[in-house]
Structure formats: C-alpha cells, structure tokens
C-alpha cells in the first residue's frame, strides 16, 4: 500500500501558490452542472442535480445528450420537481427508450419515482441527508451513509423486493460509501449543492469544510502528478487523502480547486505527459512531476 502523503507547510504553500494561479473556469457548457442552472426554483434545482451528477460517469460528450433527453421530457411535464411528484405510467413508457452505459430506461423511471416518494416524505432533498445532521462532523461521509441508505429504502416497490436485487443499472445510481467508493458523483452534488461560488449554487447548508473532492480519472491524475498522493486506487481514503491536502491549503474550503483541476483534464489542456507549448504555460508546471523539463545530466 502506498505510503501515506501529507504536505509540508512549505510544499502546501508552493502549490497553492501554483493553484491560486488556475484560471477559473467560467463556460460550463461541456459540464453537467448546467442542468442545474437550467432551473430557478430550488426544489427543480434540487431534482436536476441529482440526476445530472448521478449520471455523470464516463465521457462528458456521452452522457451530456442523455441529460438533455432526460431534462427535455422534465421540462415537457413542468420541469424537474413536478415531473418526479407526477411520474406516471405513461412517463415511465417515455423515458423508457432512454439509456446511458448499463442505465436502461426503466432505472431512470424507478429513480424519478424514488425521488417523487422521497421529497413526499421529507420536503426536499437536502433534508434526506440531514436526518441525524451532528454540528463539528469531519467530512460528509456520514451525510451520505444515511441519505443514500434511505434512498435505497424508498427504491423498493413491493414488500418482496430488496435492493441488492434490483439491477446493475439502478444500484450504480445509489453507490454507497459503505462500499469503500470515492463516490465521485455524491461528493460532486454535495460540492455543488454546498459551494457558493460559481458555478456552484450554495443551496444547502453543510460546511464547506466537510466536503471531500469529487474523485474522478482526471483529479487522480493531476493530484498524483502534484503529489496530493501516491495511491493508486480510486477509494473513499484516497479522496480524503487528497482532501486533507488540499485542505492544508484552504481549511475552510479545501475542494474549492476542484473544477479548474479537474476541467484540465476534461477539456484535453493537459496530455498527462510532458509537452513542451502545453506544459511551460501551465499554472501547475513548477509543482508538477510529469510537466517540468527534465534536468540535462551533467557530461564530460
Ligand atoms: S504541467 Fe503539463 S502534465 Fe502537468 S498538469 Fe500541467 S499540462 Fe498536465
């Protein structure tokens, strides 16, 4: 196992001086965060970040269109929170042709009609995962244990259904920390969902100080690159790990670099090797393992 990495104040402060030098990303056409922005009341807002952030997996230019599908038909029935509380028989025969990787239509129905239970029951969304909400917690972990178990409960539909049967495709949506994941998707949402700077919306009340970075490939990579760690797997310890370094940083909001690293790897910016008109521009290049030019021995 690879040896835990924690930065020296004097490399914290190093690379923060790089990262405060990322250009921030202001086009969000190519993120799925834009389904958010689609919608002006909090409760559609709410619906539209959970199934924009739980179907972002795998490439952007594959899932966008799906979202778009899904929010086309939303809009149609009078936008996403209507569209949940309402979802028929003759919705689900719709969204029934829609599929993205191993998510087949009727996944997406059984989620719209979870979510319609689930904002009977409680209200909204954000007060599923806020049931036992304890002031001073470390990081949302526990916020997502207790919320996505109770949207596992409410996915079942008949007294005989149990939710480690349900498909491939419906419990990929509802991937539990509990299972040892980064769960990249939930902590996506939470950043979403608790930052108030753009293009985050700053809707729920959870310190940005708990939220835990949402590990995906492209993160990965650049904080390997970096030395946020040196471990190989895409678990929960290893987004923590990357969080408490970034926290040395930003205690108060250690996740707030995340869109403009993660979108220099999404965009294709950053080639995951050194190229000379690529790398010498970067903000990262000085911090960076992979970026700098590498040093002439010594000949003679
Ligand atoms: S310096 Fe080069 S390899 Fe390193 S993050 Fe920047 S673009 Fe990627």
Not at 212 to 223: F, G, R, Y
Not at 279 to 288: I, K, M, N
Request: aromatic letters at 10%; one cysteine or more.
């Amino acid at each position: 196992m690879a040896k835990a990495t924690r930065l020296s104040k004097n490399r914290a402060a190093q690379l923060r001086a790089c990262l405060d030098k990322l250009e921030p990303v202001t086009d969000i056409s190519d993120d799925p965060i834009q389904f958010v922005h689609r919608y002006d009341s909090s409760a559609d807002r709410e619906v539209a970040a959970l199934f924009a952030a739980t179907l972002a997996f795998g490439r952007v230019a594959s899932f966008l269109p799906v979202l778009n599908e899904i929010f086309t038909q939303a809009d149609e029935c009078g936008g996403p929170a209507t569209w949940v509380d309402n979802f028929s028989k003759e919705d689900a025969d719709r969204i029934e042709p829609i599929f993205y990787r191993w998510i087949r239509g009727p996944d997406l129905a059984r989620f719209a009609r979870t979510i319609g239970r689930i904002r009977v029951q409680y209200g909204s969304i954000e007060a599923v995962f806020k049931v036992n909400d304890t002031p001073n917690q470390t990081d949302i972990k526990p916020l997502l244990e207790q919320g996505i178990s109770i949207f596992q409960k409410f996915s079942l539909e008949s007294p005989d259904e149990q939710f480690s049967d349900l498909s491939r495709g419906y419990r990929f949506l509802l991937t539990h920390p509990a299972s040892g994941s980064g769960c990249k998707r939930w902590c996506m949402l939470f950043r979403w969902m608790a930052r108030t700077e753009f293009p985050d919306v700053g809707m729920w009340s959870i310190p940005t100080s708990a939220l835990i970075i949402p590990l995906d490939t492209h993160i990965h990579q650049v904080a390997d690159f970096v030395g946020l760690t040196r471990r190989k797997d895409g678990s929960w310890a290893t987004a923590k790990e990357i969080t408490q370094n970034l926290a040395r940083m930003d205690p108060e909001d250690p996740t707030r670099f995340d869109f403009a690293l993660a979108h220099l790897g999404i965009s294709g910016k950053c080639n995951k090797r050194r190229v000379p008109e690529v790398c010498d521009p970067c903000a990262l290049v000085e911090v960076c393992r992979i970026g700098q030019p590498r040093k002439r021995s010594p000949t003679g």
